[in-house]
T-cell receptor, first 114, second 113 residues
Framework: AQSVSQHNHHVILSEAASLELGCNYS??????LFWYVQYPGQHLQLLLK??????LVKGIKGFEAEFIKSKFSFNLRKPSVQWSDTAEYFC????????????FGTGTRLLVSP | GAGVSQSPSNKVTEKGKDVELRCDPI?????LYWYRQRLGQGLEFLIY????????KSGLPSDRFSAERTGESVSTLTIQRTQQEDSAVYLC???????????FGNGTRLTVT
């Protein structure tokens, strides 16, 4: 069965610090990978996604993620965070065929102090 | 509509009562998902509908939970004989065919007293 692990539950950074949030999945087949973000008081929205091709994907607001197949990882990065990046970040995975149940990690709550 | 609509936005109910949560997906979206998010926890998959196929109910936590969807339209999630541990935000999401991203609603915050 698919599962997603996010090891960092809470992260606190100062503005301009670099960010890396870990995401590992357990699924032997080809997968699609996503990062979703939930800003305070808002609904979940897509940050970036990987389907195929270049394993380094760029998302909105300067975020990027790298798919490393050998490590079953899809870590999220941003070189310099801003206060407005304070949010909860969720990694998700689904198989591209068959029932496309999207499985989410438990989320990482990021707090950026000004 | 512009997005996924869920109603009610908040629901307070007494333990033992039944509740019904509604989700209006984006028009034309064939796939519809229900998730539950308990306080301080991640998204827990409940059920998935894809067109006219049999739904994937593998995430429903007990037989008190059920969901229906008519075609590619509205879905309702019903919780019978609610318990305090059912308190959570219930999120609905829809997406078009293929690998398009999920579009989430704002959720229904259920509080069981």
């Amino acid at each position: 069965a698919q599962s997603v692990s996010q090891h960092n539950h809470h992260v606190i950074l100062s503005e301009a610090a670099s960010l890396e949030l870990g995401c590992n999945y357990s699924y032997g087949g080809t997968v699609n990978l996503f990062w979703y973000v939930q800003y305070p008081g808002q609904h979940l929205q897509l940050l970036l996604k990987y389907f195929s091709g270049d394993p380094l994907v760029k998302g909105i607001k300067g975020f990027e993620a790298e798919f490393i197949k050998s490590k079953f990882s899809f870590n999220l990065r941003k070189p310099s965070v801003q206060w407005s990046d304070t949010a909860e970040y969720f990694c998700a995975v689904n198989a591209p065929t068959g029932f496309q149940k999207l499985v989410f990690g438990t989320g990482t709550r990021l707090l950026v102090s000004p | 509509g512009a997005g996924v609509s869920q109603s009610p936005s908040n629901k307070v109910t007494e333990k033992g009562k039944d509740v019904e949560l509604r989700c209006d997906p984006i028009s034309g979206h064939t796939a519809l998902y229900w998730y539950r998010q308990r306080l301080g926890q991640g998204l827990e998959f409940l059920i998935y509908f894809q067109g006219n196929s049999a739904p994937d109910k593998s995430g429903l936590p007990s037989d008190r939970f059920s969901a229906e969807r008519t075609g590619e339209s509205v879905s309702t999630l019903t919780i019978q004989r609610t318990q305090q541990e059912d308190s959570a935000v219930y999120l609905c999401a829809s997406r078009a065919m293929g690998n398009s991203p999920l579009h989430f609603g704002n959720g229904t915050r259920l509080t069981v007293t």
